[in-house]
């Protein structure tokens, strides 16, 4: 009996062992950004035969499947004859070793910058602006999440140094997209037609096809339905009588712009960030939600007009299975151990995926005017606040928060931009940012603190005058006696 209950106890010590050891994997697979999660995963793959990529939307993660058992138990040896891959690797061996000597991009910009006469804030914004653009020349993270109020900086500012950025050469970086980087050549530019700034500035649908005919019957059928609304008759008045000549013109202008400005420029030092959440708006649906938040659906319900969508990004991870013929086998203990090392990899994922989820719900529950309104809305929100909503440790809601990314209509932004402290009921970016204004709408006085304090107060802002001078020293705003 002694015996007996020793097994039992040395079984029971294993198996907590176990557990333990797949928390750790679950939560570290949660705390790795995409990039790192890819490479574990195709890692695992590589060394563990009981896994098996099912797809993948990057190339390097195919070609890795491509000895693994296929789904209908065949073995797959390639995707190409090896004489042809192997000239193919050869070849990109030799671009690969070729050094590229052209400038960066980032060196580019950079040397234009140190040629302006610029103060302090304003070269340090303009430089963070030129270091968050990717090699084509577009944003990375959402301008408004470079301020830093503690520079005194704010959204008027960022306007100014974009504007800057943007006149720099090559024409048309420091843009969003495509479609804003060719509005944007084509006003430096000069010579577009009515049609062409029409077509740019929000109509880039219309050019497929890129055919004049059909051109100018989508904003002919576009121009009939703002008619019908009476508040917006004369908004695109100067469009009527447009003639096929002039859509031609346009489309010949269109042409001669670069959907990538920066293509001529070396790619070394580019960052590129793909998001790991997107959140979009679902304007004027009406929700049957019983609850606030459908965490199975991954909605989001904030009122009867408005509604969040939560989606989770598979962008360059893998999609793995444990495989079937090989789980249907039987072997060794080494053989058990790769099923169950597959099977503890695949629940870790599924963790990750419905904790990212249950936290971005949460999040976009928690900032839902920001995600309606924009920047200059976030409401003040602690890890701890998400950890209760949605039941896990606040350590949990920290590792899903590192390094990953949120991309919806105002940008992408990183998972730590929305949670921010509490300052009298509303949050420390607020308090701040109203201190601006306040100084900026009074510049012709001398505003003490206790005044700047007072004029909170009007606005429903209740905080002390040691507040007010803090987070204007903060702000590298001068006490009322030096201004």
């Known amino acids: 009996m002694a015996m007996e209950f020793s097994q039992q106890q040395r079984a029971s010590q294993i198996q907590?062992?176990?557990?333990?050891?797949?928390?750790?994997?679950?939560?570290?697979?949660?705390?790795?950004?995409?990039?790192?999660?890819?490479?574990?995963?195709?890692?695992?793959?590589?060394?563990?035969?009981?896994?098996?990529?099912?797809?993948?939307?990057?190339?390097s993660g195919l070609k890795s499947a491509r000895y693994k058992v296929s789904a209908d138990g065949n073995s797959r040896s390639g995707f190409s004859s090896a004489a042809g891959e192997e000239k193919s690797d050869a070849f990109q061996e030799?671009?690969?070793?070729?050094?590229?000597?052209?400038k960066s991009l980032f060196s580019h910009l950079s040397e234009q910058l140190n040629l302006l006469?610029?103060?302090?804030?304003?070269?340090?914004?303009?430089?963070?602006?030129?270091?968050?653009?990717?090699?084509?020349?577009?944003?990375?993270?959402?301008?408004?999440?470079?301020?830093?109020?503690?520079?005194g900086q704010d959204e008027k500012l960022l306007e100014e140094c974009?504007?800057?950025?943007?006149?720099?050469?090559?024409?048309?970086?420091?843009?969003?997209?495509?479609?804003?980087?060719?509005?944007?050549?084509?006003?430096?530019?000069?010579?577009?037609?009515?049609?062409?700034?029409?077509?740019?500035?929000?109509?880039?649908?219309?050019?497929?096809?890129?055919?004049?005919?059909?051109?100018?019957?989508?904003?002919?059928?576009?121009?009939?339905?703002?008619?019908?609304?009476?508040?917006?008759?004369?908004?695109?008045?100067?469009?009527?009588?447009?003639?096929?000549?002039?859509?031609?013109?346009?489309?010949?202008?269109i042409k001669t712009l670069d959907p990538i400005p920066a293509r001529d420029f070396s790619q070394e030092s580019a960052n590129f960030i793909f998001p790991d959440i997107y959140i979009e708006k679902l304007v004027g649906e009406s929700s049957d939600l019983k609850e606030e938040v459908d965490y199975v659906n991954r909605i989001v319900h904030v009122n009867a007009n408005l509604s969040l969508k939560v989606k989770i990004s598979d962008k360059g991870?893998?999609?793995?299975?444990?495989?079937?013929?090989?789980?249907?086998?039987?072997?060794?203990?080494?053989?058990?151990?790769?099923?169950?090392?597959?099977?503890?990899?695949?629940?870790?994922?599924?963790?990750?995926?419905?904790?990212?989820?249950?936290?971005?719900?949460?999040?976009?529950?928690?900032?839902?005017?920001?995600?309606?309104?924009?920047?200059?809305?976030?409401?003040?929100?602690?890890?701890?606040?998400?950890?209760?909503?949605?039941?896990?440790?606040?350590?949990?809601?920290?590792?899903?928060?590192s390094s990953k990314f949120i991309q919806c209509q105002w940008g992408l932004f990183p998972v730590k931009y929305f949670f921010s402290s509490a300052v009298s009921d509303t949050s420390k970016d607020n308090v701040q940012r109203q201190i601006q204004e306040i100084l900026e709408e009074n510049s012709e006085k001398r505003m003490s603190d206790q005044k700047v304090c007072d004029a909170l107060a009007q606005r429903g802002i209740k905080v002390a005058r040691r507040t007010v001078a803090k987070y204007r020293a903060q702000m590298n705003i001068t006490s009322s006696y030096e201004r």
């Open 16 to 59: 907590a062992q176990r557990m333990s050891q797949k928390q750790i994997q679950s939560l570290n697979l949660l705390s790795m950004p995409a990039e790192d999660l890819r490479e574990e995963i195709l890692s695992q793959v590589q060394n563990n035969p009981a896994l098996e990529i099912v797809s993948d939307n990057f190339e």
């Open 94 to 102: 030799i671009l690969e070793s070729r050094p590229d000597e052209r």
């Open 117 to 151: 006469p610029l103060d302090g804030k304003r070269k340090a914004l303009c430089q963070k602006i030129i270091g968050n653009l990717d090699s084509r020349g577009f944003y990375i993270l959402a301008p408004a999440s470079l301020i830093d109020k503690k520079l």
């Open 162 to 253: 974009l504007k800057i950025v943007q006149s720099f050469d090559p024409p048309g970086v420091c843009a969003e997209n495509v479609e804003k980087s060719l509005l944007l050549q084509a006003q430096l530019k000069g010579g577009a037609n009515k049609a062409a700034l029409f077509l740019l500035d929000g109509h880039f649908d219309f050019l497929n096809p890129p055919q004049g005919k059909k051109i100018l019957e989508k904003i002919q059928g576009f121009l009939a339905e703002r008619e019908k609304l009476s508040f917006a008759k004369e908004t695109f008045a100067h469009l009527k009588g447009l003639k096929l000549s002039d859509v031609e013109e346009a489309l010949a202008f």
């Open 317 to 401: 991870i893998p999609c793995v299975r444990l495989s079937p013929d090989f789980a249907k086998a039987q072997g060794s203990k080494e053989f058990a151990k790769a099923v169950l090392d597959a099977k503890n990899l695949l629940e870790a994922l599924e963790y990750r995926e419905s904790s990212m989820a249950k936290a971005a719900c949460a999040i976009a529950k928690w900032q839902a005017d920001f995600f309606d309104k924009g920047p200059g809305h976030l409401l003040p929100l602690k890890m701890q606040d998400i950890a209760e909503r949605i039941g896990v440790h606040e350590s949990t809601v920290s590792r899903m928060a």
